[in-house]
């Protein structure tokens, strides 16, 4: 799914990065534009087909996991997703990158509509994308996939419906329409979008052009038209290399696993050989009378929609999340990125987890340094650091301070006798042989070390 990790992810740094709503909104909008452009082309039926994959109905209990590694920050961009419900067919994700300052989650229901010699495939849900030190939220839909040429003609895909990006705590609404080609229409009205960027019912800007292609944006207040989004092949080139878990650490509900060799048409009939044991557990819980519960995720009835179990409750403020106060505290999926403690995130069977530094010794109280004197038990006299109970700890205490002292300061004139003598005769000091360049040291060393003493 385009909306959920493999876009370009250096406009969701730059977003998080702009003081400017207005910019950081554009940033979005260029990020989520980003994930359209790409087109596969495989073999489908004996025939080419446009941007048509073979689709495969997901199991309940399905599992997809990957990353992303970012070279730029040297951090990882985190994708799982799982089939949390078959009837009806409902997918629920969730993308993390703390060290980049964002997160992504949302679930999606598929529908689809027959027409004949066409099929749209539609995407009812939303996509949270989140800046996690700014604690704001963009809600994401997401258009729907028109499929022409079922039964004659070319097969084609294309991209229709209307979408939003609303954040609530800024005001900024962006409106776009993904427009299907006429009946009548020619090669340029294929692909063709338009959209509007408002704030508080203000109109800013206006969008037009094609979504695999270029991108114009419209100011309305400077009058000036400028390229918004060309997908050129130097960004293509930036695209980033996905990385799946490896094969032998793939669980069972793993999706990657059934078509390892690339062969689909194997992998179709041992998917047909899944679904007949989905139907009798189904059939095994109904007559039990047991629910199905996702393993990854858990459905929000705050924010109506299914959110990522090992979400960091503690990264939300508590009057947005009251229901999720103690579903995984030890997790740290949705906490603003630390970079004195947080050292690397990773992935382990679903579960986001972060490397932390061990700063207990550092986070440790320090001693008051106005405290009096404290006598124990045994009489022992505590460390103390301020001027004036230092001084009265030494009349007390420290009886071998005042010899210790003098010693100290004879040894110190007597190695500063030495300099001041190779200060007249500067060759003098690489030049002296090693028994005087020994005493100096020596007078060095003896002076530290009676000063170490009188503070034992």
């Given at each position: ?118 099929l749209s495939a539609i ?69 063709q979008i338009s959209g ?240 005087t360049t020994f005493q ?17």
């Amino acid at each position: 799914m385009s909306v959920c990790g493999c876009r370009c992810n250096s406009f969701v740094l730059r977003a998080a990065a702009e003081d400017d709503p207005y910019s950081r909104m554009k940033q979005v909008l260029k990020w989520y534009l980003s994930g359209f452009y790409k087109k596969p082309k495989v073999e489908c039926s004996g025939r080419t087909a446009k941007g048509i994959k073979k689709p495969y109905n997901s199991i309940l209990g399905e599992k997809f996991r990957c990353c992303w590694f970012h070279p730029q920050t040297n951090s990882h961009t985190f994708y799982i997703a799982e089939q949390v419900s078959h009837h009806p067919p409902v997918s629920a994700f969730h993308v993390s990158n703390r060290k980049d300052g964002f997160c992504i989650t949302g679930s999606i229901l598929a529908r689809s509509r027959f027409y004949g010699n066409s099929l749209s495939a539609i995407l009812d849900g939303n996509a949270r994308l989140t800046f996690l030190t700014r604690e704001e939220d963009y809600i994401i839909t997401m258009p729907y996939a028109h499929c022409k040429g079922l039964l004659y003609g070319t097969m084609t895909m294309e991209l229709g419906g209307k979408v939003t990006i609303e954040c609530e705590k800024t005001g900024y609404v962006t409106e776009l329409e993904f427009k299907l080609k006429p009946f009548f229409g020619g090669s340029d009205t294929l692909n063709q979008i338009s959209g509007k960027i408002k704030v508080a019912g203000e109109l800013l800007a206006s969008l037009d052009g094609h979504w695999d292609r270029e991108v114009y944006l419209n100011d309305v207040q400077g009058g000036d038209r400028d390229i918004f989004w060309n997908p050129t092949s130097d960004i293509r080139r930036q695209r980033l290399k996905r990385h799946i878990v490896l094969f032998e650490e793939q669980t069972e509900m793993e999706s990657e696993s059934a078509i390892h060799d690339g062969n689909q048409n194997q992998a179709t009939d041992e998917k047909y050989i899944i679904e007949d044991a989905q139907r009798k557990s189904a059939k095994e819980r109904k007559d039990k009378d047991e629910e199905w519960m996702p393993q990854l995720f858990i459905y929000d009835d705050f924010q109506k929609e299914w959110r990522y179990k090992h979400e960091d409750p503690r990264g939300y403020p508590s009057s947005r999340r009251p229901d999720l106060c103690n579903i995984c505290p030890c997790s740290c999926s949705m906490r603003p990125w630390n970079p004195l403690t947080d050292i690397a995130q990773y992935e382990k069977d679903g579960m986001l987890q972060t490397v932390k530094r061990n700063l207990t010794s550092m986070l440790a109280p320090r001693t008051n340094l106005a405290h009096k004197i404290d006598y124990k038990k045994n009489n022992t006299l505590q460390r103390i650091v301020t001027p004036s109970s230092w001084l009265k700890t030494i009349k007390t205490n420290h009886i071998l301070f005042i010899p210790t002292l003098l010693l100290s300061c004879i040894s110190f004139s007597y190695a500063h006798t030495h300099f001041i003598l190779d200060d007249n005769q500067p060759t003098v000091f690489s030049t002296k042989p090693p028994r005087t360049t020994f005493q100096l040291f020596t007078t060095i060393f003896l002076h530290c070390f009676t000063i170490c003493i009188s503070f034992l």
